[in-house]
């Protein structure tokens, strides 16, 4: 949930913590019962649709994505959840982008506050650092020796993407906000397995830190991807695969 350093949902797939996992998966089921709630059908609710997707690709079992569907009738009951985001600045100067699901404004906003300015940064104002993201869909898919990057560029510029970049050990797929259902579902039906599907953040450009301000950073990351009212978190950083990867 740290946003587009390396992918942490290849962390997730490859043996992450259980505890982590289970965090994911709290987080995502929220997103899944308010997705559904009014139309628990994936067919005419693509919102729903997008967000089963997302929890496939963090490899969530079918049971869990059942039972928070349903708890959008039964337990979510009638308690309002709201999509709340949050811009400030971290350590260095990174740019930071928040966003949250919650029950209560103020305790999500004391909360995100007290946690950026604990490890060196702020709360800034709607649009302070905004301007330096692009809201794409992002769909990521592994490279395999079966999936050559000419053959996937094919099936995506086809399916209506806007780019693929090819990674070390992954492709990234990036549409507009628009056409992301619809890609995906091509890309699925053409067989495509993603390590990550979801309308993302995207960092104009990163930004290198010290490593003790690096180490400050991640702690912020942590203590901000614990709180339960907090779905994913967009930075600027640039993170070494090697830290993340410990």
């Given amino acids: 949930m740290s946003g587009h350093s390396k992918w942490h949902n290849i962390q997730a797939k490859k043996g992450k913590a259980d505890a982590a996992r289970g965090k994911l998966f709290t987080k995502i089921g929220r997103e899944l019962a308010v997705a559904a709630k009014g139309n628990p059908n994936p067919a005419t609710n693509s919102k729903l649709a997008d967000v089963i997707a997302k929890a496939k690709a963090a490899n969530m079992p079918n049971d869990n994505i059942e039972r928070s569907i349903k708890k959008a009738a039964g337990e979510l009951g009638d308690k309002e959840y709201k999509e709340l985001t949050y811009e400030g ?7 930071v982008i928040i966003t949250t699901l919650t029950d209560n404004n103020n305790r999500t906003a004391g909360d995100v506050r007290a946690i950026m300015s604990k490890h060196g940064g702020s709360l800034g104002t709607t649009g302070s650092v905004s301007y330096m993201f692009d809201t794409k869909g992002l769909l990521v898919v592994e490279r395999t020796e079966t999936l050559s990057e ?5 099936m995506a510029l086809e399916a209506g993407a806007d780019d693929v970049v090819t990674q070390d ?24 397995e993603f390590l990550q599907a979801e309308i993302a953040m995207i960092p104009q450009s990163k930004i290198t ?3 003790e301000k690096l180490e400050t950073f991640r702690k912020m990351l942590d203590k901000l991807d614990e709180n339960d009212d907090v779905q994913d978190v967009y930075h600027n950083v640039d993170l070494p695969e090697e830290e993340e990867e410990e």
């Fill in 209 to 211: 830190l010290s490593p």
């Fill in 150 to 154: 000419d053959e996937l560029m094919d």
């Fill in 89 to 95: 600045y971290g350590v260095g100067g990174a740019a």
């Fill in 169 to 192: 050990d992954v492709f990234e797929i990036y549409t507009a906000v628009q056409d992301f259902s619809e890609v995906r579902k091509q890309l699925e039906g053409k067989g495509l």
